[in-house]
T-cell receptor, first 113, second 112 residues
Framework: DAGITQSPRHKVTETGTPVTLRCHQTENHRYMYWYRQDPGHGLRLIHY???????DKGEVSDGYSVSRSKTEDFLLTLESATSSQTSVYFC????????????FGPGTRLLVL | AQSVSQHNHHVILSEAASLELGCNYSYGGTVNLFWYVQYPGQHLQLLLKYFSGDPLVKGIKGFEAEFIKSKFSFNLRKPSVQWSDTAEYFC??????????FGAGTRLTVKP
């Protein structure tokens, strides 16, 4: 939909290991978002970015950091993964001129053992 | 706490039955409203959205939703469901670019 790819698509890691998830978009959108999806919670915003090197926290940012050094890439890092971070992670962007609607990538399924 | 509520966790219908999924939100002021659908193993796709104007909005695949401001509701409807509508449906409310809140989702199972 929005030219968004996410990598990896699946990952299994161990508690305490650092993990980085990548979101890549090809359409030069300014806003990018990271969400996690958990049963019974819908999607919850972790962090978002409104431009290169401009990021801010969302609803559930503890334990996560992000970076955006290029318009097309938005990285989500779990500094020291915990089992509670087992989830499906979705990246999203907005589509100008409609800045209110978000379009989602295919997701990354992360299992922390 | 301000939130988005979807009252039905799992709905099971037979093909050709009518569908209505409830969504209520508790935010004041101007909001933008969305319904997304997630087919098994796939990402979220936009079904429809409401920003302003006619409170009855039509989306893709025969879905529609009605915004009732006095009830803080944005219910999703479809007059006749198909087996292919089996999916999870999420209501979302956006108060600005960076504050999109989702309901917990409603899983719809349509029996052939």
């Amino acid at each position: 939909d929005a030219g968004i790819t996410q990598s990896p698509r699946h990952k299994v890691t161990e508690t305490g290991t650092p993990v980085t998830l990548r979101c890549h978009q090809t359409e030069n959108h300014r806003y990018m978002y990271w969400y996690r999806q958990d049963p019974g919670h819908g999607l919850r915003l972790i962090h978002y970015s409104y431009g290169v090197k401009d990021t801010d926290k969302g609803e559930v940012s503890d334990g996560y950091s992000v970076s955006r050094s290029k318009t097309e890439d938005f990285l989500l890092t779990l500094e020291s993964a915990t089992s509670s971070q087992t989830s499906v992670y979705f990246c999203a962007t907005n589509h100008p001129p409609d800045q209110e609607t978000q379009y989602f990538g295919p997701g990354t399924r992360l299992l922390v053992l | 706490a301000q939130s988005v509520s979807q009252h039905n966790h799992h709905v099971i219908l037979s093909e050709a039955a009518s569908l209505e999924l409830g969504c209520n939100y508790s935010y004041g002021g101007t909001v933008n409203l969305f319904w997304y659908v997630q087919y098994p193993g796939q990402h979220l796709q936009l079904l429809l959205k409401y920003f302003s104007g006619d409170p009855l909005v039509k989306g893709i695949k025969g879905f529609e939703a009605e915004f009732i401001k006095s009830k803080f509701s944005f219910n999703l409807r479809k007059p006749s469901v198909q087996w292919s509508d089996t999916a999870e449906y999420f209501c979302a409310v956006n108060r600005n670019n960076n504050d999109m809140r989702f309901g917990a989702g409603t899983r719809l199972t349509v029996k052939p």
